[in-house]
């Protein structure tokens, strides 16, 4: 399938019905998240996650708070862009005791355990992330964020329906100015608001136990001063009618009711991908790779492979009205996850 119709939704709905399976009239996309998230029923295999990645022109910061019913999963990393330092801590908690993750989006999430303490927290427009690490690669870590949530910005909101009991609720959020400091250590690297964004990945779902993603994003800011993100996925949308691919511009949210292809070396992940829309030349961008973030968990029940790829893009936007938007060397990622959960 490659280009289909998509609804567009406009009031708030429940995910799900009174059974805990997918509410009919919730598969669809939205400007704002509009749906309130209430999982129930489905034992061990309900998954919840709220995934920050904040991206500077030096360095990367990323931290997620997860729950996967039998598992909580809340990990941070961070990347040195210069000297190419990498540091990533998972903490494992059965059951997900500690974790506390709401039904929408702008609910606060928190993890309170050993080792790890995560803060999310939305206030007057604003979301307050914080995060502390007794051990992170040997030395303790603190890091502090201040999102900021502009005025009537657009966000990309999408139902994936597989079937009645098995679906997801996704909300992708680029394109946010950020400002904070991660201190590790005696070392302390600055975001400037004014040349850093964040990008959420809220998920709430019921999911498949075998499956398998592409996902890439990227935020940048463009010569005359646009802000741009952009969102592409594959493979886990693959013939539900729906997907998670949309453009941002200052703000706006453009959607892509389109299949985008992820062309890449299994082999060699390092080397050039290209992403293109299928249907238009709406997109058609080179990703090159500078750091490969090799992920793997095999925890009983949980077993994932994930090959994130840190880089740049550079390519095309195409407009509606057949305005070329040109990208250079914009800092994001793409990545290909296998996981059985």
Same mark, same amino acid.
């Given at each position: 399938?490659a280009?289909?119709?998509e609804?567009?939704?406009?009031?708030?709905?429940?995910?799900? %019905?009174?059974?805990g399976?997918?509410n009919?009239?919730?598969v669809d996309?939205?400007r704002?998240p509009? &749906?309130?998230?209430?999982?129930?029923? &489905?034992h061990l295999r309900?998954k919840r996650?709220n995934?920050?990645?904040?991206?500077s +022109?030096?360095?990367l910061?990323s931290v997620?708070?997860?729950n996967?019913?039998?598992?909580g999963l809340?990990f941070?990393?961070?990347?040195?862009?210069?000297s190419?330092?990498f @540091?990533?801590k998972?903490i494992?908690?059965?059951?997900?005791?500690?974790c506390?993750l709401g039904?929408?989006v702008e %609910?606060k999430?928190v993890y309170a355990g050993k080792?790890?303490?995560l803060i999310?927290?939305?206030?007057d427009k604003?979301v307050?992330? !914080?995060?502390?690490?007794d051990?992170?690669?040997g030395?303790?870590?603190?890091?502090e964020?201040?999102?900021?949530? +502009?005025n009537?910005h657009?966000?990309?909101? @999408?139902?994936?329906?597989?079937s009645?009991?098995n679906?997801?609720?996704t909300?992708?959020?680029?394109?946010?100015?950020?400002?904070?400091?991660v201190?590790w250590g005696g070392d302390?690297?600055y975001?400037?608001?004014?040349?850093a964004?964040a990008c959420? %990945?809220?998920?709430?779902? @019921?999911w498949?136990f075998?499956?398998f993603?592409?996902?890439?994003s990227?935020?940048t800011?463009?010569a %005359?001063?646009r802000?741009?993100g952009v969102?592409l996925?594959?493979?886990?949308?693959d013939g539900?009618g729906?997907?998670e691919?949309g453009l941002?511009?200052?703000?706006?949210?453009?959607?892509?009711?389109?299949d985008?292809?992820?062309e890449y070396?299994?082999?060699n992940f390092?080397?050039p991908w290209?992403?293109r829309?299928t249907?238009?030349e709406?997109v058609?961008?080179l990703f090159?790779?500078?750091?490969?973030?090799?992920?793997?968990?095999?925890?009983?029940?949980? !077993?994932s492979e994930? &090959?994130?790829?840190?880089g740049?893009?550079s390519?095309?936007?195409?407009?509606e009205?057949?305005?070329i938007?040109q990208v250079d060397?914009?800092i994001g990622w793409?990545?290909d996850? &296998?996981?059985?959960?």
């Open positions: 399938m280009s289909y119709v609804r567009e939704l406009e009031h708030e709905v429940l995910l799900c %019905d009174d059974k399976n997918l009919p009239d919730a996309w939205s704002q509009l &749906h309130t998230c209430n999982l129930s029923g &489905h309900k996650w995934y920050w990645c904040i991206t +022109p030096d360095y910061f997620t708070l997860s996967v019913d039998y598992m809340p941070i990393y961070f990347l040195d862009f210069k190419n330092t @540091v990533e998972t494992l908690s059965p059951f997900g005791k500690g506390h039904e929408k %609910d999430a080792g790890m303490q999310f927290e939305n206030i604003q307050v992330i !914080k995060v502390q690490a051990d992170f690669g030395k303790p870590l603190q890091a964020f201040l999102v900021q949530i +502009p009537n657009e966000t990309l909101n @999408v139902v994936i329906p597989w009645s009991k679906f997801q609720f909300s992708k959020q680029n394109t946010l100015p950020t400002s904070g400091t201190k302390a690297y975001f400037n608001p004014d040349s964004f959420l %990945d809220f998920g709430r779902g @019921v498949p075998n499956c993603w592409n996902w890439s990227f935020s800011r463009l %005359d001063g802000a741009i969102n996925g594959a493979g886990w949308t539900t729906m997907n691919n941002c511009i200052d703000g706006k949210l453009i959607k892509i009711s389109e985008v292809r992820f070396d299994t082999t390092m080397l290209r992403l829309t249907a238009t709406q058609d961008m090159t790779p500078f750091y490969e973030r090799l992920a793997k968990t095999d925890a009983l029940l949980i !077993k994930v &090959h994130q790829m840190i740049r893009f390519g095309q936007l195409k407009l009205k057949g305005e938007l060397d914009a793409a990545e996850h &296998h996981a059985r959960w």
